[in-house]
């Protein structure tokens, strides 16, 4: 995988944050920050398809969106993830995409 280094300017408060998050879960800054670039982009991404699903097909009913609300509970989305189950998620993903085992820690 390749990696481009960028340089970012953070207030100070959100910085520290992140570097006690980075420090709690054990993970560098960059791989903690590249974590929830990564989280936000999903979610950035999954609200403009829901907007185009929308748009396309119209709102859901409330019970199609209760129904829908719950499935998503069923299979865990929305529910924090732990620091051991990202890592196993990065984990499968390096692997499915062949990635030497130097690669995959992040």
Known sequence: MAVEKLSVSLPD???ARARRAADRAGVPLSAWLAQAAEAAADLAEAQAAAQEYAARFGEPDP???????????????GSPESPEEASARAD???????LPNERRAG
């Open 92 to 98: 499968a993903l390096a692997r499915l995409l062949g």
């Open 13 to 15: 408060i959100v910085a």
């Open 63 to 77: 019970a199609e969106l209760a129904q829908i609300r719950a499935q998503l509970a069923e299979v865990g989305v």
